[in-house]
């Protein structure tokens, strides 16, 4: 079982900083990806910013230049730092991993259950 428990997020005005992490738990999985999505109100889920194992990373566009993703060694804790925040990055942050069990290898993903993200005018 994969369990993902964030932590971060808040109220903060526009130009200002935040940070976020997500720790992953459980045992039997090798994680293969890490990464935050957000959802705004009204609006589908989107990516902000994903994690390889081995350090590889995609950002949203919305986001190049501004925030920037991050892992432990352990690959089982991610941040993201948010900076130059804009009203428009107000959403619900949430944590993503993909994982592999197996032999044969399957793949899981597994969400966390998210964390508001304010950003003020």
């Known amino acids: 079982q994969v369990q993902l428990v964030e932590s971060g997020g808040g109220l903060v005005q526009a130009g200002g900083s935040l940070s976020l992490s997500c720790v992953a738990s459980g045992s039997g999985f090798t994680i293969n990806t890490m990464g935050w999505y957000r959802q705004a109100p009204g609006k589908q889920r989107e990516l902000v910013a994903v994690?390889?194992?081995?350090?590889?990373?995609t950002y949203a566009d919305s986001v190049k230049g501004r925030f920037t993703i991050s892992k432990d060694n352990a690959m089982t804790t991610v941040y993201l730092q948010m900076d130059s925040l804009k009203p428009e990055d107000t959403a619900v942050y949430y944590c993503?991993?993909?994982?592999?069990?197996?032999?044969?290898?399957?793949?899981?993903?597994?969400w966390g259950q998210g964390t508001l993200v304010t950003v003020s005018s």
């Open positions: 993503n991993t993909i994982v592999v069990r197996g032999p044969p290898p399957t793949y899981l993903e597994r």
């Open positions: 994690i390889t194992s081995r350090g590889v990373t």
